[in-house]
């Protein structure tokens, strides 16, 4: 779950509405990034307990004026949902989050976030409802390697139906299986857990200590991986564009298919080391320019390029890989990834 405003600190309130305040004058400056730094500028001001300046954040992003209509509209209407909520609009929230359910997103975030929601106020039917319709759509039972993005869905799936005392599924199983916490989901969820913080023994205290440490150990690898590991596509005309630019290139990219393959081939490897959360960033030349202005060094460089790649998933650009069953293959043919790259 989202992490709920701090006990009082002025400090940390202000510096959160003073980070919220950089992030609105970037989206600014770089308009094609401003949902993704708008979004992050949104939790700020949550976390200041700014709740409404966060609501009409979401309502600019969502406004059918704005300069560009939202990327990912499910997800913030999600956010905006689960913000109501915690300032006395559950009337409003409870429309919201029926209509993101009803619109069955394909991304997992914005179930996440409005099953985490029904959690948090006690609404646990309502959220394994929530969160069961989520890994039905997204999480074939069959599955042994789900992708990284649908983990939270089954982890919070799992610890409602401890609190509910439902027995284990094919989905609480796979998700044991792909957790790596050092203590079984089983301990993290139980809900007795609680209890055990009233004990006067020792040997209690010390193993709930222990779980909880696993449990935020957890929470900084997610953390520390905000962005996916993602790898640098050229579209064809601006991989002719950039060689036409920059000759000194042409070594890392032979042809435009060799290109293709070689993304294939690398996110499979990176895939198959146990590197989750891996994605795929586009390329512009005009972009990838700037980028290299900003580092004072030039566009020929090949260093240059994982570094681009990076920076684009930084900012919120990368699209997950591998696409889902049925979904479109990430080259741009048109075809189902299954029966192009996919089935290579």
Not at 154 to 182: I, K, M, Q
Not at 184 to 194: A, G, M, S
Not at 235 to 245: G, I, K, N, R
Request: overall charge negative; glycine content about 6%.
């Amino acid at each position: 779950m989202r992490p709920e405003k701090p006990a009082a600190a002025e400090h940390v309130d202000t510096d959160h509405i003073a980070e919220a305040a950089r992030l609105e004058r970037t989206a600014g400056m770089y308009p094609e990034d401003a949902e993704h730094l708008l979004v992050q500028a949104a939790a700020h001001l949550e976390l200041a307990g700014a709740r409404d300046e966060a609501t009409t954040l979401y309502d600019r992003l969502l406004s059918p004026t704005a300069p560009q209509p939202a990327a990912a509209p499910l997800l913030i209407r999600a956010l905006k949902a689960s913000n109501l909520w915690e300032y006395g609009h559950e009337a409003e929230a409870r429309a919201i989050i029926a209509g993101v359910r009803a619109a069955a997103p394909r991304d997992p975030a914005p179930w996440v976030i409005v099953a985490e929601s029904l959690e948090q106020h006690d609404e646990l039917e309502q959220a394994h409802e929530t969160f069961t319709e989520a890994a039905t759509l997204l999480v074939p039972a069959e599955t042994q390697d789900p992708p990284y993005a649908t983990h939270p869905l089954l982890f919070g799936r799992h610890r409602v139906r401890r609190l509910l005392g439902a027995e284990h599924d094919a989905w609480d199983t796979l998700a044991d299986r792909v957790s790596t916490a050092p203590v079984p989901l089983d301990e993290l969820h139980d809900p007795k857990r609680v209890w055990s913080l009233g004990s006067e023994n020792p040997a209690e205290l010390r193993a709930e200590i222990a779980r909880i440490q696993a449990e935020l150990g957890s929470y900084r690898q997610a953390l520390s991986r905000p962005f996916p590991v993602a790898i640098l596509r050229w579209p064809a005309d601006e991989l002719t564009e950039l060689l036409a630019a920059y000759p000194a290139l042409a070594s890392e990219y032979p042809s435009y298919e060799a290109h293709l393959a070689t993304i294939e081939s690398s996110l499979r490897e990176l895939s198959a080391s146990g590197t989750p959360n891996l994605g795929i960033v586009t390329g512009t030349v005009p972009s990838y320019e700037a980028f290299a202005a900003s580092e004072g060094t030039s566009p020929d460089q090949p260093d240059l390029l994982p570094q681009y790649a990076t920076t684009l998933a930084a900012r919120g650009r990368a699209v997950s890989w591998p696409p889902e069953a049925g979904a479109p293959c990430w080259c741009g043919s048109g075809g189902a990834y299954g029966g192009c790259h996919g089935g290579q």
